[in-house]
C-alpha cells in the first residue's frame, strides 16, 4: 500500500471516529494506522536533526487561542504557534521563568465540526528564549484528563491529514 492509499484509508477511518461510527471491528485497525502514522511523523521531524534523541510527541505548527493563568499574575490571552501531545508554544511580550506554573484553557476546534471545544488544566514553562522582539514560551502539560489529551491528538491528527490533503 502506497502513501496515498495509507492517508485516503486512515482519513475514512479518523472521520467515523470523529463522527462516532467507527464500528468495534475497525477499531483495532485504525488504532494501528494512528500509531503508525505518528511513529512516522514523529521520525520525518526528526530527520534534520541527526543524534538527536527521538521526540516523545507529535508537533505540528497551528495557531488556537489559548488563556494562560500564571499562579501569580493576571490572565494572559495569546495563540499558539506549535502544538503537540505534550504541550504547547506561545510568542509573548516577555519571557517567564523555567519551572513556572499556570492554568490554561486552550480552545480546540469541536470534534463534530464548527466551533471550538476548550481543554482545560495545568503546565509549567518548559522552556523561555528571545525569538526576534518577542519570547517563545513553551508549555509542557501536567496530568493532562484522558478526554482531553484523546481530543488534543485528534486536533493534531487532523492538522496532519489537511495538510497532506494540500500536498496530495
Request: proline share 5%; aromatic share 6%; net charge positive.
Amino acid at each position: 500500500m502506497g502513501t496515498f492509499e495509507f492517508l485516503t484509508g486512515f482519513r475514512a477511518l479518523h472521520d467515523k471516529v470523529k463522527n462516532g461510527t467507527l464500528t468495534a471491528a475497525e477499531r483495532p485497525c485504525y488504532d494501528m494506522a494512528r500509531s503508525q502514522l505518528t511513529r512516522m511523523l514523529m521520525v520525518a521531524q526528526q530527520l534534520g536533526y541527526p543524534g538527536d534523541p527521538l521526540r516523545s510527541s507529535l508537533r505540528m505548527a497551528k495557531m488556537l487561542k489559548v488563556e494562560l493563568r500564571p499562579d501569580d499574575g493576571e490572565p494572559i490571552r495569546a495563540s499558539t504557534i506549535d502544538l503537540a501531545s505534550g504541550g504547547f508554544a506561545v510568542l509573548m511580550g516577555a519571557g517567564m521563568r523555567v519551572g513556572k506554573k499556570a492554568g490554561f484553557t486552550l480552545n480546540l476546534p469541536a470534534m463534530g465540526g464548527g466551533g471550538t471545544s476548550p481543554i482545560s488544566g495545568r503546565v509549567v514553562v518548559a522552556s523561555s528564549r528571545p525569538q526576534t522582539t518577542l519570547f517563545r514560551v513553551s508549555f509542557t502539560f501536567e496530568n493532562l484528563e484522558p478526554a482531553a489529551a484523546e481530543h488534543l491528538e485528534m486536533t493534531l491528527i487532523d492538522a496532519v491529514l489537511e495538510r497532506f490533503s494540500q500536498k496530495l
